[in-house]
Nanobody, 118 residues
Framework: QVQLVESGGGLVQAGGSLRLSCAASGRTLSTYAMGWFRQAPGKQREFVAR????????NYADSVKGRFTISKDNAKSTVYLQMNSLKPEDMAVYYC???????????WGQGTQVTVSS
């Protein structure tokens, strides 16, 4: 099992920044990538960004490219999501998830709320 704990959410004005953290524990060696997803009220959960533990290419949703940056600290088993130039449409619950080969994302955190005021 892999446990994921997100932190760093909060209230920010439009144009502001937040950094989310996701600390992984347990059988982290069974995972090869970490992703951030978000879900706004009344909408489906959507992909935001992804990074592999080995440092391969990162992936971003078009809606966040150039504003969000995903990074990692292997020593701390922690993944970050730096969010700049936040917009009201970025407001959502943000989740981190661990990707396992051939199994998609079986492990999820509890989510952290990001609220952007206009």
């Amino acid at each position: 099992q892999v446990q994921l704990v997100e932190s760093g959410g909060g209230l920010v004005q439009a144009g502001g920044s937040l950094r989310l953290s996701c600390a992984a524990s347990g059988r982290t060696l069974s995972t090869y990538a970490m992703g951030w997803f978000r879900q706004a009220p009344g909408k489906q959960r959507e992909f935001v960004a992804r990074i592999t533990w080995t440092g391969g290419p990162t992936n971003y949703a078009d809606s966040v490219k150039g504003r969000f940056t995903i990074s990692k600290d292997n020593a701390k088993s922690t993944v970050y999501l730096q969010m700049n130039s936040l917009k009201p449409e970025d407001m959502a619950v943000y989740y981190c998830a661990a990707q396992v080969a051939d199994k998609g994302y079986p492990y999820w955190g509890q989510g952290t709320q990001v609220t952007v005021s206009s």
